[in-house]
């Protein structure tokens, strides 16, 4: 079964930093992409940042210069590092993949729990 379990949200000061972590379990983590979205209170799920099995990184221009993704292979793990924050950077977090646990499965997109981040001005 794929699971991915984020960690690490929590309440900040304007200005401050957090890690979040997803650790992956159920595929073949090294040889997929990985995401991270954030999902404000009413508002739609936004892509923040991507990193590729290559190690190729792209970022919201939201995020740009504040946000670092990176990816551990060895513990399953992506991470987000993020700082600088502001309130507009309160959302829940969420990891996600597209992949297929064999195969023998079909492609699907997978998601994690979510994990909140607050920012308070």
């Known amino acids: 079964q794929v699971q991915l379990v984020e960690s690490g949200g929590g309440l900040v000061q304007t200005g401050g930093s957090l890690r979040l972590s997803c650790v992956a379990s159920?595929?073949?983590?090294?040889?997929?992409?990985m995401y991270w979205y954030r999902q404000a209170p009413g508002e739609q799920r936004d892509l923040v940042a991507t990193?590729?099995?290559?190690?190729?990184?792209n970022y919201a221009d939201s995020v740009e210069g504040r946000f670092t993704i990176s990816r551990d292979n060895a513990k399953n793990t992506v991470y987000l590092q993020m700082s600088s924050l502001s309130p507009e950077d309160t959302a829940v977090y969420f990891c996600?993949?597209?992949?297929?646990?064999?195969?023998?499965?079909?492609?699907?997109?997978?998601w994690g729990q979510g994990t909140q981040v607050t920012v308070s001005s």
């Open positions: 990193i590729t099995r290559d190690l190729s990184t």
């Open positions: 159920g595929f073949t983590f090294g040889i997929y992409d």
């Open positions: 996600s993949t597209y992949a297929r646990k064999n195969v023998l499965a079909k492609y699907q997109n997978y």
